[in-house]
């Protein structure tokens, strides 16, 4: 089924390991998106991408980056894991115009 | 800046009575406006959007939104309940144009009692 693939779905580090969440979709959407979602806090726009090699700094942009080497894949990493960084993660991709995210079905993080 | 307030962070319905769940946003102009849902565990799913012409919107799952300028307000309906339709619910607001990049409220959760 086509959509937004995220890997992993669950993941535990330990404060100061890094890692990558992958985003892969394969909608040919031009514009990523990574979003954290805290409670009471909604969702929070960390990263997005309008384009292939292109970002731009979202909401909550600290101790996270990201690449877009590939129209389909969006990447982020944390190169220093800190617990406050402890979410869910959502990555979403959309076409021009007023259609919509789609989201991938998240990456729960853990770090201890 | 856009931002979006949804003040219920709970709401318990009864099986089978209605719903209505409040959504008000800030923009300086026309927005584009969009209802999401999430079940537990799960990504979030396009409910409906608003971006021109009528007012009222229909969407999947029997919801519906109504758009109204004055109140600066995009609130969700639905006239029975479902045990299913228990989940969360963004509201979640985008500057007109090709590119979205979308502000959500804080969410409400919606219980549904038998």
């Known amino acids: 089924n086509a959509g937004v693939t995220q890997t992993p779905k669950f993941r535990v580090l330990k404060t100061g390991q890094s890692m990558t969440l992958l985003c892969a979709q394969d909608m040919n959407h031009e514009y990523m998106y990574w979003y954290r979602q805290d409670p009471g806090m909604g969702l929070r726009l960390i990263h997005y991408s309008v384009g292939e090699g292109t970002t731009a700094k979202g909401e909550v942009p600290d101790g996270y980056n990201v690449s877009r080497l590939k129209k389909q894949n969006f990447l982020l990493g944390l190169e220093s894991a800190a617990p406050s960084q402890t979410s869910v993660y959502f990555c979403?991709?959309?076409?021009?115009?007023?259609?919509?995210?789609?989201f991938g079905s998240g990456t729960r993080l853990t770090v201890v | 800046a856009q931002s979006v307030t949804q003040p219920d962070i709970h709401i318990t319905v009864s099986e089978g009575a209605s719903l209505e769940l409040r959504c008000n946003y800030s923009y300086g102009a026309t927005p584009y406006l969009f209802w999401y849902v999430q079940s537990p565990g799960q990504g979030l799913q396009l409910l409906l959007k608003?971006?021109?012409?009528?007012?009222l919107v229909q969407g999947i799952k029997g919801f519906e939104a109504e758009f109204k300028r004055s109140q600066s307000s995009f609130n969700l309906r639905k006239p029975s309940v479902h045990w299913s339709d228990a989940a969360e619910y963004f509201c979640a607001v985008g500057a007109q144009g090709g590119f979205q990049k979308l502000v959500f409220g804080t969410g409400t959760r919606l219980l549904v009692s038998p």
């Open positions: 608003y971006f021109s012409g009528d007012t």
């Open positions: 979403a991709s959309s076409p021009p115009g007023a259609r919509g995210y789609t």
